[in-house]
Nanobody
């Protein structure tokens, strides 16, 4: 079974930057789309950004568009999220997820593999 492991979270001041990584391990990577999600305390899990593994096409939530960039290193089966101009409202646990659906799914039910999450805290 494929496992996803996030890293790169931490504490940063508002306006700062962080780069999250999602590494895969286990049997042959088979996701067609990968995405970043986040969940703040007391809130539902929220879609952040998705990337098509075959085409590299990307899609972002309005709340992060222009500030976050999702990318991938196909040869290493690793995905990244570059987060710039961070705001206190970006504070959450960030999860990477894999989907066998083609396209850029934004529904959580379309993702069948999830990492354990990495905490991002943005101080004001």
């Amino acid at each position: 079974q494929v496992q996803l492991v996030e890293s790169g979270g931490g504490l940063v001041q508002a306006g700062g930057s962080l780069r999250l990584s999602c590494a895969t391990s286990g049997r042959t990577f088979s996701s067609n789309a990968m995405a970043w999600w986040r969940q703040a305390p007391g809130k539902e899990r929220e879609f952040v950004a998705a990337i098509s593994w075959s085409t590299g096409f990307t899609y972002y939530a309005d709340s992060v568009k222009g500030r976050f960039t999702i990318s991938k290193h196909s040869a290493e089966n690793t995905m990244y999220l570059q987060m710039n101009s961070l705001r206190p409202e970006d504070t959450a646990v960030y999860y990477c997820a894999g989907s066998k659906y083609y396209g850029l799914p934004t529904g959580a039910s379309r993702y069948d593999t999830w990492g354990q999450g990495t905490q991002v805290t943005v101080s004001s």
